[in-house]
């Protein structure tokens, strides 16, 4: 099988887990809140105490690699000279198109920016080899959900460039430089940048916990509706 191959299949994984959610995910184990499939829980024990570090965990030890790789997700900012495979950016292209839209409207366009002289006048410090991908919206074939279904096609170029084995962040920082360049960057004019993402070695071995930001308890953020 080869790494494209390989990619593939992985990339279905996470379209197909990914939304599932935690509490989904009845072959969750190793904590005391975790839940029998078909038995109701407690609503107040089935999130209460789940902090971050307990989130890690349950999702590395899933033994599912999509979920172990929002696990290790972070958003970089050590990246290393160093150059990214074409064949790579287009699977993270790929992945991007998979995303799901509503009514399939598909509202996304994206900007690969390979040359360093273009890149670096975006963002001060790219290193030499770093690609950007800049995402941008079409608010004429979808207004309401165009930013939103972009967001889940940047989120997916973003996790399919980590499973690469790169780096990545999303900046909406370069935003104003790039809405100046847009027609020298070839983005359609009608169409509204939402975010670029640099995607580049970072060095092997980081701690990806610890590289993360931190997140807040997951009872902060959910509620079981009754
Ligand atoms: C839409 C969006 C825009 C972002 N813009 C920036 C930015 O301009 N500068 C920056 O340093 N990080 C930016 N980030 C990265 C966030 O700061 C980062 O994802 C967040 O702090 C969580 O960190 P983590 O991914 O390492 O856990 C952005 C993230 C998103 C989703």
Known sequence: MNKSTI???????IVFTGFTGF????GCKANSNSFESGSKPEPESRVSALSERVINDELKESGVFALELFADSYSASDFVEGQVDPAHIE?????????PSAKNAQPWHFTVVTRYETASELLSFV???NVLIIVSGNPDIITDTMEFDCGLAAQNIQLAAEALGYGARMYIEPIGRIDKQKNKLGIPGNHKVLTAILIGPVDAGIDTTAAATTRNDLSQHVNYAD
Do not use: W
């Open 7 to 13: 990619f593939i299949i992985l990339s279905t994984l």
């Open 23 to 26: 509490t989904g995910f009845t």
């Open 91 to 99: 699977l993270m292209l790929m992945s991007g198109m998979k995303a």
């Open 127 to 129: 290193k030499d080899g």
